[in-house]
């Protein structure tokens, strides 16, 4: 899995092939097949990985963990890497991510929606609803990470997005997350 | 160019070929590589092409223009696609358009401070500076983008970039670029 997160975050998935990830893990083509049949089959499994490790139990993510979230995925590149360059690609035609994608987003500006509302009420202090505001906090968290990728020097990834959380809390004094 | 731009779309820049391209244009791929030799050529030619036409002359760009430009992608997914799969790309190692972007994005988020200077001084109403914030107007663009390519019916992407300039401004009453 981990060979495969690699492979995929140098070159892409359309990039990349079974037998790179094969040569890295020490194994033949055929021998990484018997687990994997297929590049998507393998290129699902990493996607689904990722979503395991990160999940919480549901009601346990809060604004202020989503923020130290950010300052953790600064320091794996290399997973915010391959996740970056596979939401890149799910958007061209027939990508085997596409749907995945489509499902995943839907249901993360759902929860997303549910720790605003944990937060803030049925309104935040913008006056914007929950629901409004949740595709604002996914977007910031993709958007950021491009930008940091591409160079890492020039964009604070986590302070950018502390900065956004004040403003969604209603800066300067409403810091999101404390009590 | 416009071949290109949906070939892009359509298979991303790795999946693309010359011989495609060649293809939808009715040229042989030697009439093609007259023109562009590489397909890293017609690429950058591409990336370029995007530039001169959406550029505005410098101090012309406002925040409200910004809204309106957004509502203008919205009824042109296929150059989003393309630049949206293209950025995604461009943080695997060693792509060719990563260097653009990363230019690219540096006079952007340049540029963007400039815009919020315009409008709001030195500290926009939230308490950021300029430069504190040009990343954040970047991020929610490109951000936005990806999730309404992928579920244009779930995503209002200028309403929800409205949203967030009102955010900007300090709502509820601080709509952004009425003067």
New interface residues.
């Given amino acids: 899995m981990r060979a495969a997160l690699e492979v995929i975050?140098?070159?892409?998935y359309?990039?990349a092939s079974l037998a790179a990830v094969a040569e890295r893990v020490g194994l033949t083509q055929q021998g990484l097949m018997h687990h994997f049949p297929t590049k998507e089959a393998l290129l699902v499994a990493v996607l689904e990985e990722r979503d395991r490790w990160d999940a919480l139990p549901a009601g346990r993510l809060r604004l202020d963990l989503l923020a130290s979230l950010v300052e953790y995925n600064a320091m794996r590149p290399g997973v915010i890497?391959t996740f970056?360059?596979?939401?890149?690609?799910?958007?061209?035609?027939g990508?085997p991510a596409?749907g995945f994608?489509?499902e995943r987003?839907?249901r993360v500006?759902e929860s997303m929606a549910e720790v605003l509302r944990a937060e803030y009420g049925e309104r935040l202090p913008?006056?914007?609803t929950p629901e409004?505001?949740a595709?604002?906090v996914?977007?910031?968290?993709?958007?950021?990470q491009?930008?940091w990728?591409?160079?890492p020097g020039?964009?604070d990834m986590a302070e950018?997005f502390r900065?956004?959380l004040?403003?969604?809390g209603g800066?300067?004094d409403g810091s999101p997350g404390g009590s």
């Avoid at 970056?84 to 035609?93: F, N, P, Q, W, Y």
């Fill in positions: 975050a140098e070159r892409g359309r990039g890497q970056s360059a596979l939401l890149g690609e799910s958007v061209t035609e990508h596409r994608f489509t987003y839907g500006r913008g006056g914007l409004r505001a595709p604002l996914v977007a910031m968290l993709d958007g950021l491009y930008q990728l591409l160079d020039s964009v950018a900065d956004f004040a403003l969604l800066a300067p």
